[in-house]
């Protein structure tokens, strides 16, 4: 499943290159062929260790991030340098270097990880880590575009954000395997009315309020989403009762209405999202671009390297990180920008099947979750872009650029990869038994 | 002329770009549907159980290690060999204790054995619902309740 891989990534570099260059040679081949040679060297690695993970996960990843990688090439020399490991690099070879350092992270833990103990048993240390990261970056936290998401440790930055989702993931699963049967089936009646019972509740829901008091008033939107899409699905998932979601929207929908009384950002790109054309040029300008980009790109898209949009006016933002799929749509079209979704959405049905395989209820919760992520942060970021939910600033995992980004994606495969392991090893036992019968 | 050429080369080079792309869709979704299809043709076999017990450590060997024993609806635990889960081991009582599946969950009740049961390291002393992932401790022997 990889090899397609050998001939897709050279020829959107190459086409890349021509269009350009507008001369018919392939160009600089170096990037494509390090990325492709990873991603092949990654799974040997993963067939070497005989590891027995889901065999899809790894080719569908490469997928997604071999457009991304395409996607950033191309849009190299239009973002400039960054000083990214102290040298001066551009964003293609920074992207590359990450990869190398998340399929590093990816194989430590898929291969690395025998038994989940270190996750399962120290959740609330898990907890209270994550909780320190935020505080830590909201006090001395660099402001970057209104939002405070940004840890310098000398030349290199990270966004403890994508670090903190991966622990409340991790806490969230160990707190409902312990506690599901007691939350799915105890309630308290109150006349006629059945609420769940608080007091087994309360511990969740004190941690998931203070990370979303903090995320909030970090002006970090787009993640407070996310954040609160993957715990409602967790709670659904391990409960099976829709009235948490009920009220859980609820919730949502009456703190987006009091936020976006309270805070002006809030409220500016609420007004940005129902009427972008108010002002184009002004608080609507990145979604009015965005939405232009993919008009032009139409059907089939205007070709590799034809974007307008990071020339658009010279002033357009983030044309790497939060609006890839922009130019996505612009370059390949509908038709490409549909089959990166359909993409992502068969490396959700892969990361629930292993939730759906697992053994014991903290594998199955810590998956969903982790799958959620990734499929939530997709569909925010995609839906964000194209103007159907108000805009937030996250990134498309494996596409856009970013380091902080890309490992914790990276991560959340590992972890996927090493649950599905153990499923595999627990039903080679079973069959076992089975051969030899009574 | 060479600006029509360089084109039509770029056109041809973005459709095989995105044809690429479809095909390796449809790899996967191939490969989806096949995994789906063995995965319903696995459950018609197995009629979906509603638990095992992987054995984590027995000094005895019975029950033996690495075999996940298949869970009725009511399962008796202890060293009496009438009891569905036999255990051979000196610091198990006669009759141990029950593990039942009552509605959606399963249970574990200790009955009255002089070395006790526990749950997760925890010493029971009334009927405790159980999670799967669980881990009973009977005498010397480890069990972890599994789907």
Avoid: C
């Avoid at chain 2, 509605?103 to 574990?108: A, C, Y």
Wanted: charged residues 15%.
């Amino acid at each position: 499943m990889l090899l397609p891989l050998l001939v897709l990534v050279p020829l959107g570099f190459a086409a890349t290159h021509i269009a350009t260059s507008g001369k018919a040679d392939v160009g600089p081949m170096q990037l494509a062929a390090a990325y492709v040679v990873m991603m092949l060297a990654a799974h040997f690695a993963l067939v070497a260790a005989g590891h027995r993970g889901d065999p899809l996960l790894l080719p569908l990843v490469a997928t997604i991030g071999g457009v991304g990688m395409v996607m950033l090439n191309r849009l190299s020399p239009d973002v400039g340098k960054t000083a990214a490991f102290g040298l001066d690099l551009d964003i293609a070879t920074t992207q590359v270097l990450w990869f190398g350092v998340g399929v590093a992270a990816m194989l430590a833990v898929a291969i690395g990880l025998r038994d989940d103990r270190v996750l399962r048993h120290y959740k609330y240390t898990w907890a209270l880590a994550g909780i320190a990261l935020l505080v830590f970056t909201f006090l001395f936290g660099t402001e970057v575009n209104g939002a405070r998401l940004w840890i310098y440790l000398g030349p290199i930055g990270f966004q403890p954000g994508e670090f903190i989702k991966l622990v409340l993931v991790v806490f969230i699963a160990g707190y409902l395997a312990e506690h599901r049967t007691l939350l799915r089936d105890a309630v308290w009646r109150l006349g006629p009315i059945r609420i769940p019972p608080l007091p087994y509740l309360l511990p969740m829901l004190a941690i998931f309020v203070i990370v979303m008091l903090v995320v909030v008033f970090g002006k970090d939107l787009g993640t407070a989403l996310l954040f609160f899409g993957i715990f409602l699905t967790m709670l659904f998932v391990a409960t099976g009762r829709r009235s948490y979601v009920l009220v859980g929207v609820l919730l949502f929908l009456a703190g987006s209405f009091v936020a976006s009384r309270l805070f002006e950002h809030v409220a500016r790109r609420i007004d940005a999202w129902v009427n972008p054309f108010a002002d184009p040029s002004g608080a609507g300008y990145q979604t009015v671009q965005s939405l232009y980009a993919f008009g032009r790109g139409g059907l089939f898209g205007e070709g590799l390297g034809q974007s307008l949009l990071p020339t658009a006016g010279g002033r357009f933002f983030g044309v790497e990180t939060d609006f890839i799929f922009a130019v996505v749509g612009e370059e390949l079209g509908a038709v490409g920008a549909f089959a990166l979704l359909a993409l992502a959405m068969a490396l959700v049905f892969r990361g629930l099947r292993v939730a759906m395989l697992a053994r014991d209820d903290f594998s199955a919760m810590l998956a969903v979750g982790l799958t959620a992520g990734l499929g939530l942060q997709t569909l925010i970021i995609a839906a964000g872009v194209v103007k159907l939910i108000p805009l937030t600033g996250i990134t498309f995992p494996f596409v856009s650029y970013g380091g902080s980004s890309l490992l914790a994606s990276f991560l959340i495969v590992g972890l996927l990869l090493a649950i599905s392991h153990r499923n595999a090893l627990a039903a080679d036992a079973e069959a076992g038994r089975v051969e030899r019968g009574p | 002329m060479t600006g029509e050429v360089l084109r039509i080369l770029l056109l041809v080079l973005q459709l095989a770009f995105l044809g690429i792309l479809y095909l390796v869709l449809l790899a996967f979704a191939r490969s989806l549907m096949r995994d789906l299809r063995s995965a319903e043709a696995a459950q018609q076999q197995s009629q979906a159980g509603i638990g095992r017990l992987a054995v984590l450590e027995s000094p005895e060997d019975e029950p033996p290690m690495g075999r996940p024993i298949a869970l009725g609806p009511i399962n008796s635990i202890g060293r009496n060999v009438n009891n569905t889960i036999f255990v051979e081991d000196d610091f198990v009582s006669a009759n141990h204790a029950m593990l039942t599946f009552r509605g959606r969950s399963w249970f574990i009740e200790d009955q009255g054995s002089t070395n006790g049961t526990y749950v997760n390291g925890h010493r029971i002393d009334r009927p405790v619902a159980l999670s799967f992932g669980d881990e009973l401790s009977i005498g010397r022997v480890r069990m972890r309740l599994e789907r």
